[in-house]
């Protein structure tokens, strides 16, 4: 801002004040920082134009919220702000390189900087005098870093977590005082939750962050939901299974609080993150947009995987195709024929009906089986309603006597109050006997009948089960068929001599080996 020769500073002024709470009690709170500003601002004859309260804001940094709104106003009001009035200089900034950044752009606008409690005038001595204070201040705050790292290592050395509650525990004391580290009712089962399923080598970061979200819906300080990187950052923490390690300070031992998660545990997860340990079921087998992964590729017998593919248009197509780069038939096929392809391989072969008829029998006898243990079940149910209700009248006779207060009263009376309720959910999801074996047995023949044209529906494990039934030595696909070593016996298959040299049923109309 360029300023021409008769320009005049205007009597206005800012009041900037900000507080921690540490310094409230020592006496410099924002009310009396207010009071003061604003006498100082009418002692100088300058009119107040607006004050700005920054309330727990660290001076560390140059961003925060009411200086940068400070900084705003004074560009929008290009000439008509003349001062800016802090208590005190440490108030502005405790770094010296933050307080002349500010100082250069407040005076750039023609703005000059006044301390209520510090005179720093715009003079030579004035400015001398402000150059200390800026470095007095910085001073102060690396001494107070210091003292507060020295801290935090004595505390890391001692078995105690330095700083704040990692996520899923809480800051509390102890019988004597001492700040420690609990599990957070709350989170904690989250945690150990986290530990124990990526443990199983399925799930990504990704896929444990949406799980969690939808099974809790649990939110930080700042009302965001757990992401991905809120997930690795647990699973990295050694605090969860008892550890502390702190890599600034040299720092690992076991420490004093309650671990969430077994160091067994624990180091099962890093193994596996840092890619020591394959995983025990490729995540990409259960993905719901491609069922038929881990089909077997009939050029080289690696497993037939499946992805997205950006466009010329950047519009994504799903393609199936082999996952060995080296494959001498490796093609990329389109989702959508692969499946036709396998829908067709399926309509092609027909459930034998006598030996649907002996599975629907076995079927039966094993669901029997079930529907009595339903009955046995039932029956213990009763039991334990009859039980609750007599224990509830002799509970309500027991008030009424005096032997128990109201609290008592009420307190065991809602336990089981809840435990009738939780037993009277579950013989409602018991199902009639007979209706259990009836639905078993009709909906296991209509998955067999109608597999053609229902298998789409299923869920992938579902699919992948009933596949490992049906075509026992795996299915095989070179485009555009499928093939099988062997069909199950639920299918109808002509049989014709076998082979002395094999020893093996041939199946008509099919190449030796495979079933086209």
Avoid at 195 to 207: A, I
Avoid at 227 to 252: A, Y
Avoid at 277 to 306: A, E, W
Wanted: hydrophobic share 35%.
């Amino acid at each position: 801002m360029k300023f021409k020769k008769d320009w005049k500073r205007p009597d206005t002024a800012l009041i900037y004040i900000r507080v921690s709470s540490e310094e409230q009690v020592k006496g410099s709170s924002l009310q009396t920082q207010d009071k003061l500003g604003r006498e100082y601002c009418s002692k100088n004859g300058w009119k107040l134009l607006e004050l700005f309260r920054e309330e727990g804001e660290s001076a560390k940094t140059a961003d925060r919220t009411e200086l940068i709104r400070m900084k705003d106003y004074c560009i929008h009001n290009p000439g008509k702000v003349g001062y800016i009035v802090v208590w005190k200089v440490d108030r502005f900034a405790r770094s010296s390189r933050d307080h002349f950044e500010l100082r250069t752009f407040f005076s750039s606008l023609g703005i000059e900087l006044r301390s209520v409690s510090e005179n720093i005038e715009d003079t030579s001595s004035g400015r001398a005098v402000e150059g200390i204070l800026a470095v007095m201040a910085q001073l102060e705050n690396d001494i107070k870093k210091d003292r507060t790292l020295t801290g935090m290592r004595s505390r890391a050395e001692g078995g105690y977590w330095p700083t704040g509650a990692p996520w899923g525990y809480k800051n509390t004391k102890d019988a004597l005082g001492k700040k420690i580290i609990v599990p957070d009712e709350e989170r904690a089962h989250i945690v150990k939750f986290l530990f124990e399923e990526y443990s199983r080598g399925t799930y990504t970061f990704l896929e444990l962050a949406k799980r969690a979200n939808e099974m809790w819906n649990v939110r930080s300080k700042r009302g965001t939901k757990i992401d991905h990187r809120r997930v690795c950052k647990i699973l990295k923490n050694p605090i969860h299974s008892g550890w502390i390690e702190v890599q600034k300070f040299d720092v690992s031992l076991r420490g004093h609080h309650e671990a969430i998660v077994s160091r067994e545990l624990y180091n099962e997860v890093q193994k596996i993150m840092l890619g020591g340990k394959s995983r025990k079921q490729p995540r990409n087998q259960s993905n719901p947009d491609f069922p038929l992964r881990g089909v077997k590729c009939d050029g080289c017998g690696g497993s037939i995987t499946g992805g997205w593919i950006l466009g010329k248009m950047k519009k994504p197509y799903a393609y199936y195709n082999c996952h060995n780069c080296e494959c001498p038939k490796k093609k990329c096929i389109r989702k959508i024929d692969l499946e036709a392809d396998f829908t067709e391989f399926l309509s092609e072969n027909t459930p034998d009906s006598k030996v649907l008829d002996a599975l629907a029998e076995a079927i039966t006898v094993v669901h029997e089986r079930t529907a009595q243990e339903s009955i046995r079940e039932t029956s213990k149910i009763e039991n334990r309603l009859e039980k609750l209700e007599r224990d509830l009248s002799e509970l309500l006779r027991m008030r009424v006597r005096g032997e128990i207060d109201s609290d008592e009263y009420l307190r065991q009376s809602d336990l089981w109050k809840v435990e009738v309720r939780e037993i009277e959910e579950r013989r409602a999801s018991l199902m009639n006997p007979e209706t259990i074996t009836k639905a078993a047995v009709e909906f296991g023949m209509r998955i067999i009948k109608e597999f053609p044209t229902c298998w789409p529906m299923l869920e992938v494990g579902e699919l992948k089960a009933l596949l490992q039934i049906l075509f026992p030595q795996n299915l095989r696909y070179q485009y555009p068929k499928f093939k099988t070593h062997e069909l199950s016996p639920i299918y109808a298959v002509e049989t014709s001599k076998t082979t002395d040299e094999n020893h093996h049923v041939t199946l008509p109309g099919v190449e030796p080996g495979f079933r086209a």
